[in-house]
Each structure stands twice: as C-alpha cells, then as structure tokens.
C-alpha cells in the first residue's frame, strides 16, 4: 500500500529532525500556533499538514520569510526577542520555540512573554550538559562541534547555551509549570520517562519540553 503521509512527515525524518516530530505530536488538532524562529518553515508545514493548525510564523532572517513564503506558510520577519511585547494576550493556543532559545539575547523574557501570549509554550534545545560537551571542554579543552551544535565557537549564532537542568531551574524561578517533557538520546530515541534528572543531563542530546502558567 502506498504511504499517503504527507511529506512534510519524511522530510523531518530524512532530516533527523525526530524533534519536529515530537513538538508537532504535542500540539492539538485545529488550534492556533505562532512559531518563532520558524527558518524555513518545515516545523509550520508539518504542522499544517498534519494537525491542520492555524500556522503563523516569526523569522528574523529574510531569506527565512521568503523560503516560508515560497511555501504558502504565513510568516512574517520579526525579532522574539523584542517583538512578542506587540502580540495580545492569549492569541495563541500554542508558542513554539525550536532549536532557538540558545540564540536569544534573553531567553527568560522571551519565555515570560510566550507563556502570556499563548496557553502552551513548548521549547526544544540543545543540552550542553551532554557527556560529549563535557569531554570535549574537560580534555580536550575546546567547544564541541556536533550535529546539535553544528558551529565553531567563533561563528555560533548560540550566545546563552544551558543544560536540561539550567533550563528546568529557570522555569522553577518563573513559576512556570512542565506539562510535558521528552528527553532525546544521540540516536534521537526519547529516554525512558522514569529516568533521573541527572541522567536526562547526561545522557539526553536534545529536549522538548511543553510549560504553561
């Protein structure tokens, strides 16, 4: 039988972007999403095509809005780090943050005004606590390159890199609540629920991670 899923589903596959995958499976049938830092917007397709959600996208880069655009994606170029102050109160019922906080200039009050312009804001980053991170400071003396943190440290978009527990700390002090949270090993493979927290920094690449107020 031929495979009827939509492409969007194999692109992020072939990608290895088992997180788009798992961000798109927390979020309702039929609701309103505001993505930011959408890029080319194959989060905000996917979304469209399988949760047949209101999509809209925030960019910063130009040729990020027209890639999106060239998609049929509504997207507009903007900032999160300045720009959400423009956006009402629960516009959205979801605000997703993919591979993106690391690169912002402040992370805690783009969290701050995610949670008060959407019901959920669901977050997904790079852990820096990874063993390989440490090995790669601890021995060898030198910032980690690896297919999270595809940069050298003189070229990085990343200014605010944290751990699953540096993040997990700050939504604490923000009284924030974790609805859900999905920790993904080298191999993209979620870890086991029961896992420690400890374990989930050592060991998990990767995190998803759902809040709400």
Same mark, same amino acid.
């Given at each position: 039988m031929m495979d009827q899923r939509p492409n969007s589903v194999a692109q992020a596959k072939a990608a290895g972007r088992s997180d788009l995958l798992l961000v798109a499976d927390m979020v309702d049938h039929d609701?309103?999403?505001?993505?930011?830092?959408? @890029?080319?917007? %194959?989060?905000?397709?996917?979304?469209?095509?399988?949760?047949?959600?209101?999509a809209r996208g925030l960019e910063i880069s130009q040729r990020g809005v027209n890639d999106c655009v060239a998609k049929g994606l509504s997207v507009i170029q903007g900032d999160a780090d300045t720009d959400l102050a423009d956006y009402p109160d629960d516009a959205f019922d979801y605000v997703i943050l993919s591979q993106t906080i690391q690169a912002t200039r402040h992370p805690r009050l783009v969290l701050e005004q995610m949670l008060?312009? @959407?019901?959920? %804001?669901?977050?997904?980053?790079?852990n820096f606590g990874h063993w390989k991170v440490r090995l790669a400071i601890g021995v060898h003396g030198r910032m980690p390159v690896s297919g999270?943190?595809?940069?050298?440290?003189?070229?990085?978009?990343?200014?605010?890199?944290?751990?699953?527990?540096?993040f997990l700390t700050l939504v604490t002090e923000m009284d924030a609540k974790v609805e859900r949270a999905i920790v993904l090993?080298?191999?993209g493979t979620p870890m086991r629920t029961g896992a420690s927290s400890w374990m989930?920094?050592?060991l998990g690449e990767q995190a998803v991670i759902m809040l709400r107020r």
């Open positions: 609701s309103r999403v505001l993505d930011l830092g959408c @890029g080319d917007g %194959a989060l905000l397709r996917l979304l469209a095509d399988t949760r047949n959600v209101d008060r312009i @959407g019901r959920r %804001a669901i977050v997904s980053f790079p999270n943190l595809p940069f050298s440290w003189y070229e990085t978009p990343n200014i605010h890199f944290c751990t699953i527990r540096d090993d080298r191999s989930w920094n050592l």
